[in-house]
Nanobody, 124 residues
Framework: QVQLVESGGGLVQAGGSLRLSCAASGRTFSSYAMGWFRQAPGKEREFVAAISWNGDSTVYADSVKGRFTISRDNAKNTVYLQMNSLKPEDTAVYCC?????????????????WGQGTQVTVSS
């Protein structure tokens, strides 16, 4: 059974930073792309970032490009999201997801396992 457990969320002031982690188990982590998505209250889930199986390819939503960095450590079965220059509009529940292939993009259907999420709140 695949499990994804996020951590690292919290309350931060605008302009601050947070680093999210997602620990994976139950499948060969290094064989699949990973992604981060977020959902704000009253809004649909939206794509944030994705990384290929070996980290050689990354893709970001325009809204976070230049501020967020996705990375992975296959030896630790963990994917990270470093979030800098946070804005109040970044407030959301952030979930990691495991892709169906070596490379996955920004669409929900490209992922087959999801974590429960971690809350990120950015105050103004």
């Amino acid at each position: 059974q695949v499990q994804l457990v996020e951590s690292g969320g919290g309350l931060v002031q605008a302009g601050g930073s947070l680093r999210l982690s997602c620990a994976a188990s139950g499948r060969t982590f290094s064989s699949y792309a990973m992604g981060w998505f977020r959902q704000a209250p009253g809004k649909e889930r939206e794509f944030v970032a994705a990384i290929s199986w070996n980290g050689d390819s990354t893709v970001y939503a325009d809204s976070v490009k230049g501020r967020f960095t996705i990375s992975r450590d296959n030896a630790k079965n963990t994917v990270y999201l470093q979030m800098n220059s946070l804005k109040p509009e970044d407030t959301a529940v952030y979930c990691c997801a495991s892709g169906k292939a070596y490379y996955s993009g920004s669409h929900n259907y490209q992922y087959d396992y999801w974590g429960q999420g971690t809350q990120v709140t950015v105050s103004s």
